[in-house]
Every structure is written in C-alpha cells, then in structure tokens.
C-alpha cells in the first residue's frame, strides 16, 4: 500500500509559469514532509521542508503547502527555470523515526 | 568535507553472489540509511541506522545486510543477490530528524544476471 502518493509522473509548465506538484498521503501519523530534487545520475538534494504544525513555508522560488485535512501537500516553484527540470521526490515520517517514506516521483520539465 | 561517498558506482553481479557496497560520510551524521530506487516506485527504505552499533529494517530488508561499527561507515551488504536487487541503490545521511536534511550519496547501479 502506497503510503506517499504523486499521482502525475510527469509535468511541463513554461519558463517564468509556476510550477505546481501535488503529493497526496494516507498516514495521518505522518508529521514532517520533505521535497526533494534528483537529476539522473546524481542522488537527491533536499529542497524544502515542512512541519505538520504548519501550513505553509517558503524558501526563495519554492514554497511547500501543507493540508492536513485533505492529507495533501504541494510544492510551488515561481516562477520556474530551465534548470529545474528534475524529478521531484515527496516524503514524509511519522514522530521519532527516521523512516522516511517516499512517493514515486513526478518528473518537470521547464520548457524555454 | 567529501559529503557522502558510494562505491562502486557501477557493480555487474551474478545471481547468487555476494558483495558489499560501501558507504562513507565524513560530516558526523548519527542517522544514516540505504535506500533503493526502481522505476515507477520511488526510493524505498532498506535499513537505517541512528547510531553507531544501532541498526533497524526499513520497509524492504530481505535480502540485505547491514553494520554500523563506526559513525563514518555504513556497508550495505548482499549476501546472495537475485536479478529482483536489480536497481540503483543510495545511502543517505542526517545529523538529526527536526534541524536537518538527509544528504544522499551519488549512487550505485547495480545489475545482477
């Protein structure tokens, strides 16, 4: 059972547009989601972060909302460069672990 | 400050063979982990450790094995590999859960016929 979902394998959005990927999960236990980036042969580079007591944080182009009602979560980037065509990863852990458990990826490709 | 280092990058196995794969970081890190990527299905957890001497399964162990006797080192071990362990494999390290982020090595691409 997948606990960490990324419903769109892939997105194009243009340069200078915002980019949105969406993560949606089961566990309500779950109380610290990542955003992670990875370019092919290299491995993730972390991207931003959020706590479950938050809703919202930003970091320079990107900013991560976090729903926890709706038990969704997504990654804003604006506006989007050429250089962030990658694959972006969601995870998420529950209390006191470090078990981070992944979603299966959304890969963006910002069009020039 | 090297981060997290991996060897071998590329490693061909036999079914049925043994071999180690090495991780190292040189920041400190307690936390440390190994995961593995196949495509369509995201970086699975395959164990962790949050200290020296400490080790724990993550959602995906069978097949592997591992040790931490120092806080630098973190070998991922195969003890007899199956075409199914046929996938890139990243070791990951973090000082802490709350303040910090996992960095993760560049990888190893492994093939096992």
């Known amino acids: 059972d997948q606990q960490v979902k990324q419903n769109s394998p892939s997105l194009s959005v243009q340069e200078g547009r915002i980019s949105i990927l969406n993560c949606d999960y089961t566990?309500?236990?779950?109380?610290?989601f990542l955003w992670y980036k990875k370019y092919p042969a290299e491995g993730p580079t972390f991207l931003i972060s959020i706590s479950s007591i938050k809703d919202k944080n930003e970091d320079g182009r990107f900013t991560v909302f976090l729903n926890k009602s709706a038990k969704h979560l997504s990654l804003h980037i604006v506006p989007s460069q050429p250089g962030d065509s990658a694959v972006y990863f969601c995870?998420?852990?529950?209390?006191?672990?470090?078990?981070?458990?992944f979603g299966t990826g959304t890969r963006l490709k910002v069009l020039a | 400050n090297a981060g997290v280092t991996q060897t071998p990058k590329f490693q061909v196995l036999k079914t049925g063979q043994s071999m180690t794969l090495q991780c190292a970081q040189d920041?400190?890190?307690?936390?440390m982990s190994w995961y593995r990527q196949d495509p369509g299905m995201g970086l699975r957890l395959i164990h962790y450790s949050v200290g020296a001497g400490i080790t724990d399964q993550g959602e995906v162990p069978n097949g592997y094995n591992v040790s931490r006797s120092t806080t630098e080192d973190f070998p991922l071990r195969l003890l007899s590999a199956a075409p199914s362990q046929t996938s890139v494999y990243f070791c990951?390290?973090?000082?802490?859960?709350?303040?910090?982020?996992?960095?993760f090595g560049p990888g190893t691409r492994l093939t096992v016929l």
């Open positions: 990951a390290s973090s000082f802490d859960r709350e303040t910090d982020t996992q960095y």
């Open positions: 995870a998420a852990s529950t209390p006191g672990t470090y078990k981070y458990i």
């Open positions: 920041m400190n890190h307690e936390y």
């Open positions: 566990n309500s236990m779950f109380d610290y």
